[in-house]
């Protein structure tokens, strides 16, 4: 699960979605990514406040028998790094966007539909009306009103991969008939 470009006021938000997650998926991973830099420390807080097993992504070991081992014993990677979400979405199962539980007007659909990802998103995606619009009305994505249907949505998905596959599909084709 990754949660991408979250705001202030957001991750714990999130993190109560999470919770439903982890208690029917113990073995799940959550790839959280705040939008800005200068959150990363007040994140990593919020995670350790909560008592919650995480990685940051520049702690994570050089070669792959010490990253496999880190990965393997957290329940969240904190992506404190620039440049890589884009790639980070191709290994999702579901995405969330982020910036839309909060009234920050929403993010960027595009980058985890080019993936053919299935999209989850919050109220709040003035930012993004059109594009939203055009997910919905393909069921290329769902919208969700807070945290508690955020967990059930993608409790839904994750126990119902074929319907996430084909909402993800669905995803990839949108951005395909709106290339240009």
Do not use: C, Y
Request: overall charge negative.
């Amino acid at each position: 699960f990754v949660a991408a470009s979250t705001m202030p006021g957001e991750e714990p938000l999130v993190l109560q979605a999470w919770q439903a997650i982890r208690k029917k998926h113990p073995q799940a991973l959550m790839i959280l990514a705040p939008r800005h830099p200068a959150r990363f420390g007040e994140v990593e807080e919020l995670l350790r406040t909560r008592g919650l097993n995480f990685v940051r992504r520049t702690g994570l070991g050089q070669d792959n028998e010490e990253m496999s081992r880190q990965l393997a014993s957290a329940e969240i990677l904190l992506l404190d790094t620039l440049g890589e979400l884009a790639e980070i979405f191709g290994l999702a199962d579901i995405v969330f966007v982020g910036g839309s539980l909060v009234p920050t007007g929403g993010h960027n659909v595009l980058e985890p539909a080019f993936w053919g990802k299935p999209i989850a998103f919050g109220p709040h995606m003035n930012n993004f009306r059109d594009v939203a619009s055009h997910f919905l009305a393909a069921g290329a994505a769902i919208q969700v009103g807070d945290a508690a249907e955020l967990g059930r949505e993608l409790l839904f998905l994750l126990d119902n991969p074929g319907d996430g596959r084909r909402m993800g599909e669905r995803a990839r084709k949108v951005v395909e008939e709106q290339a240009g």
